[in-house]
C-alpha cells in the first residue's frame, strides 16, 4: 500500500524559509505527477504545486517565483521549498499522488503538515 508522509513544518516568520518533504512508500505504479496543495483553516483546499514525470512544474498564482517544488526519485522524496513566506501562506500542507500522470487525479494522499507563518 502506498503511503505519503509529509514532514518539515513549523512556526515561520514573514520572509522567512521552510522546506516540506514527502516520502513516498510503497510501489507507486503508472505516470506520476506529485502535487503539494494546502487549505488555510476553515477554506477550501487549493493547488499549490505540481511537479509531472517529465519535470514541468505549475504553481499557483500566489507563490511563483518563492515555491519550488522538486523531486529526489531515488530516494522517493517530493520536496517543496517555501521561501519569502508570508502569513497568507499558513495553512495545512499535504503532499498528493496522481498515477495518471495528468495532474489532475490526485487520488493519494498524505496527511498533511502544519505551516504557520506570523508578521
Known amino acids: 500500500q502506498v503511503q505519503l508522509v509529509e514532514s518539515g513544518g513549523g512556526s515561520a516568520q514573514a520572509g522567512e524559509s521552510l522546506r516540506l518533504s514527502c516520502v513516498v512508500s510503497?510501489?507507486?505504479?503508472?505516470?506520476?505527477?506529485m502535487g503539494w496543495f494546502r487549505q488555510p483553516l476553515g477554506k477550501e483546499r487549493e493547488r499549490v504545486a505540481t511537479?509531472?514525470?517529465?519535470?514541468?512544474?505549475n504553481y499557483a498564482d500566489s507563490v511563483k517565483g518563492r515555491f519550488t517544488i522538486s523531486q529526489d526519485k531515488v530516494e522517493n522524496i517530493s520536496y517543496l521549498q517555501m521561501n519569502g513566506l508570508k502569513p497568507e501562506d499558513t495553512g495545512m500542507y499535504f503532499c498528493?499522488?496522481?498515477?495518471?500522470?495528468?495532474?489532475?487525479?490526485?487520488?493519494?494522499w498524505g496527511r498533511g503538515t502544519q505551516v504557520t507563518v506570523s508578521s
Open positions: 511537479l509531472d514525470r517529465y519535470g514541468s512544474s
Open positions: 498528493a499522488a496522481d498515477v495518471t500522470g495528468t495532474c489532475n487525479e490526485f487520488r493519494i
Open positions: 510503497g510501489p507507486l505504479y503508472g505516470s506520476r505527477c
